[in-house]
């Protein structure tokens, strides 16, 4: 007997106990399930929602990659010693950290998917797969893996399971998580030290009395809000050779996964192009704000303004937030209409918020929930639209 | 005032097992069933029992809510069984065909000169008002009530379907006497659509209003053309027909008889030989399909793969269907099905899926769903296979949740479950679309009526 056969004995035993959603998450893994049409049409089409996800997760693995590297990179070139991107060093430091948080985010989090699959007795859902790959990427590499428990457990149950589970949640569970740990623990969310590893320990070191250098671990934006000026070349901000979130830094590589998303018809081109859009349109404003000298160099949003709007798309987390998060179909707007309006927005809202919120100088998070709350609200516009259509219909026939 | 209707947005779905132009004629089916489950809505009461001699044409059962509204027996022959199932619910009726088959006479008319209550009553007598159908709700046509248009879709568009052009060869005459008949019904038009390169048998039919279609289906469902032609208000109604229930009417007009023959199409990658086969509606499966096909586990299906009904070889042709589909069933398990690229299935995606690069290619899909049913995630790819001026996700949630107001207001009024098959085949959470529509439907037409 077969391995097919077997599990599919085990599934027939299991039908109506409690364990069956948790051996049927392994089932599924390994085996589509045997499954026939019931009712309508008796053909169905090759795409399920493992196959969709997965395709998301397929475009992170660069990502992903090119953080683990990046991280180790970072660490030596602030602490002085030059390695190379791809060397064996900056990768073991780049395994250690990021790893962990990997590993952290996909426990936790399908552990509290297994729980509720099993409490309520329906399959585990395929969203965290997407969710958990996310996490690691948006968060600083420093972060304490506890807290990225806690905020797992929270994004998951407050973000998405109270409402119903995949499908059901109004925002996005991977920013709610990082939402969580801004405003949790800000300190290990924003700052000078947490975006390059080792930076937090040697301060800690240094205020206890040892004899080092400081290790710088700014962010380009975090520097262009304290008025410092950009050190890093535009090839290095666009390829990614600076400090951030793990998987965020790369505009090139997220750019790749973005044109391979929209080829696949998996993520929605409307959003993310309307988005660039709605960034750039923002960026316009405020280089013309500075052209015409509204506000003078000692403004402490001087240098953000200042900043040429395309230089805007490829530093922070912005390129990483149109493209993977601003996407979600769950939590966007539903209609193609509504996924123009979404878009734009979510790009002005991320330059203006940036530029304004001198603290913590990013806004594409804040951007994304914000719209993903609106976003039934657009679509209900959109959808109104067509529902008067059909009464103007009616109404010239009656008249 | 011909008005050509061009689909841009839609799928068509190439199987293997196209029946090929020839027609032979079937077995004959010793029993023919009725099944007043074909019959959406209907509260069927008999009108014969067990032993009862009929001739083709005479009533077997009523409508409960109508009792002018009668169903016919397709053949002369005897009542032998009747198929009861929970309270006493009639399942089927069972009629054993004699072996020189005789005609209920409903007389020769002249569809010109007959009024509109005339061909009213004499088609609702004659068993051939069932095969009048009505938007709103997709059900049997209230004969109390005027349609503002009359719609005939003359293109099949389905996969596999049947090419009107050939079963209709050669019966002009009898599609011009129901046509004219028909448009005495209506105050608008007989609307009849077909494929812009088709040799049709209704270019050129009077009484009619001719429309060439183009595109993918679902460019030959009626309602796709209805509303490109003219959508269904709130407070309008109008009906569909199919070509092949016309040509009954048809018969039923120049010759008083009631013949229940069609040439079906038995197709799909499932049968040995697929060609056309004459035969009569109610006729048991397996006296069309009985040795002519391949020898795997396959699912026979009553109409075509998406809006058709799974039948065993004991059951019958459906009352509406003219054609038969055999594919293979997917019960099996596929290793790592859900992240190997896939090659051998259709998908409107990407994703590691590679249909898109063989638009030629004909596949021979199972009845397998792909994956688990969830709740609707994706968004925006329903509309790329959905011509309607309706949003379908909206739509479908307003049925779930059954507010009223909100199905009426997003175009209930318009829609019949086939309208999102393709929206079904492509749905990434495999929910039921079709019986979500069919169920909202039921609903409405509880409700508002």
Not at chain 1, 86 to 110: E, H
Not at chain 2, 113 to 140: N, T
Not at chain 2, 312 to 332: F, R, S
């Amino acid at each position: 007997m077969g391995l097919k056969e077997k599990l599919h004995n085990i599934k027939e035993k299991g039908k109506g106990k409690k364990w069956l959603p948790a051996f049927a998450a392994f089932h599924t893994f390994l085996y589509t399930p045997n499954d026939t049409t019931q009712s309508g049409g008796h053909v169905r089409g090759a795409d399920d929602l493992k196959r969709t996800m997965n395709t998301v997760v397929l475009a992170l693995i660069p990502c992903l990659i090119f953080g683990i590297f990046n991280t180790g990179f970072q660490h030596y070139a602030a602490i002085g010693e030059a390695v190379g991107f791809l060397s064996m060093d900056a990768l073991l430091i780049g395994l250690w950290k990021v790893l962990p948080l990997v590993v952290v985010s996909y426990v936790v989090g399908l552990g509290v998917e297994f729980i509720f699959a099993i409490i309520k007795g329906h399959e585990v859902e395929e969203g965290y797969l997407v969710t958990g790959m996310l996490v690691p990427l948006i968060v600083p590499v420093d972060i304490p893996l506890w807290m990225l428990s806690v905020a797992v457990i929270f994004g998951v149950v407050i973000g998405k399971e109270v409402f119903g589970g995949t499908g059901m949640n109004i925002l996005n569970p991977a920013l709610t998580i990082r939402a969580f740990l801004f405003f949790a623990y800000p300190t290990w969310m924003s700052g000078d030290k947490v975006w390059v590893t080792g930076a937090v320990e040697r301060a800690k070191d240094i205020a206890e009395g040892a004899n080092l250098d400081a290790i710088s671990g700014e962010t380009i934006l975090g520097g262009l809000a304290q008025g410092n000026p950009v050190t890093h070349s535009l090839s290095d901000m666009f390829f990614g050779f600076i400090p951030g979130s793990v998987g965020e830094t790369s505009t090139f590589l997220i750019l790749l996964a973005g044109l391979f998303l929209i080829f696949s018809k998996i993520g929605s081109w409307r959003i993310m192009l309307s988005a660039v859009l709605g960034a750039i349109a923002m960026g316009f404003i405020f280089n013309g704000v500075v052209a015409a000298q509204w506000i003078t160099e000692g403004s402490k949003f001087y240098a953000l303004m200042s900043t040429e709007y395309w230089h805007h798309l490829l530093i922070g987390g912005f390129a990483f937030g149109v493209v993977f998060m601003a996407t979600d179909p769950v939590t966007a707007s539903q209609t193609n209409k509504g996924k123009w309006i979404y878009g734009f927005l979510i790009g002005f809202l991320s330059i203006m918020i940036r530029v304004f919120n001198p603290a913590y100088p990013e806004g594409v998070m804040l951007a994304i929930l914000l719209m993903n709350v609106f976003a039934p609200t657009i679509d209900h516009y959109v959808v109104q639209g067509n529902v008067k259509r059909r009464l103007k219909r009616l109404k010239v026939k009656t008249a | 005032m011909s008005q050509d209707i061009r689909i841009k947005r839609g799928l068509d779905i190439k199987l293997i097992g196209a029946a090929e132009l020839v027609t032979e004629n079937a077995k004959p089916s010793n029993i023919y069933t009725l099944i007043p489950q074909d019959f959406h809505s209907i509260i069927p009461k008999l009108s014969v029992k067990i032993g009862s001699k009929l001739k083709a044409g005479e009533s077997v059962f009523f409508n409960k809510a109508n009792e002018d509204m009668k169903f016919p027996s397709p053949v002369s022959g005897e009542v032998v069984d009747i198929i009861r199932g929970d309270k006493r619910k009639l399942l089927a009726i069972k009629i054993q065909a004699d072996s020189v088959q005789e005609f209920a006479d409903f007389g020769i008319k002249d569809s010109k000169a007959m009024k509109e209550d005339e061909i009213k009553s004499h088609l609702l007598a004659s068993g051939c008002w069932p095969f009048i159908k009505q938007r709103p709700y997709d059900v049997i046509a209230n004969p109390t009530k005027t349609p503002r248009d009359i719609f005939i879709s003359a293109y099949a568009s389905a996969p596999l379907a049947a090419n009107y052009d050939y079963v209709l060869a050669g019966k002009e005459k009898e599609l011009q006497a129901a046509v004219t008949a028909l448009s005495k019904l209506t105050t608008g038009n007989v609307h009849v659509s077909v494929g812009e390169n088709a040799n049709s048998q209704f270019v050129g039919l009077d009484n009619s209003t001719l429309h060439k279609v183009s595109g993918p289906h679902p460019s030959g469902n009626v309602g796709t053309q209805i509303a490109k032609i003219n959508p269904v208000n709130k407070g309008e109604v109008v009906w569909t027909i199919t070509p092949q229930d016309l040509v009954i009417i048809g018969e039923l007009l120049l010759t008083g008889k009631f013949n229940a023959e069609r040439i079906i199409a038995l197709a799909g990658s499932g049968v040995s030989n697929p060609k056309y086969y004459k035969t009569k509606i109610g006729a048991t499966i397996s006296s069309i399909v009985e040795g002519k096909l391949n020898e795997v586990e396959s699912r026979i299906i009553s109409g075509n793969v998406l809006t058709g009904k799974a039948k065993n070889k004991k059951e019958a042709l459906g009352y509406y269907d003219n054609m038969i589909t055999v594919i293979p069933e997917g019960n099996d398990y596929e290793l790592f099905g859900w992240t190997m690229p896939v090659f051998n299935k259709i998908s409107t995606t990407r994703a590691l899926t590679f249909s898109w690069l063989f638009p030629n290619k004909k596949f021979d899909l199972n009845t397998n769903t792909n994956g688990e049913h969830r709740a609707f995630v994706v968004t925006g790819n329903y509309e790329e296979v959905f011509p309607l001026d309706i949003f379908p996700m909206q739509i479908l949630k307003a049925c779930m949740y059954k507010d009223l107001d909100e199905m009426e207001q997003l175009g209930m009024y318009e829609v019949a479950p086939e309208d999102f098959a393709l929206t079904e085949f492509v749905c990434i959470s495999k929910q039921p679309h079709q019986e979500i529509i069919r169920k909202g439907l039921d609903l409405m037409l509880k409700e508002i009526g």
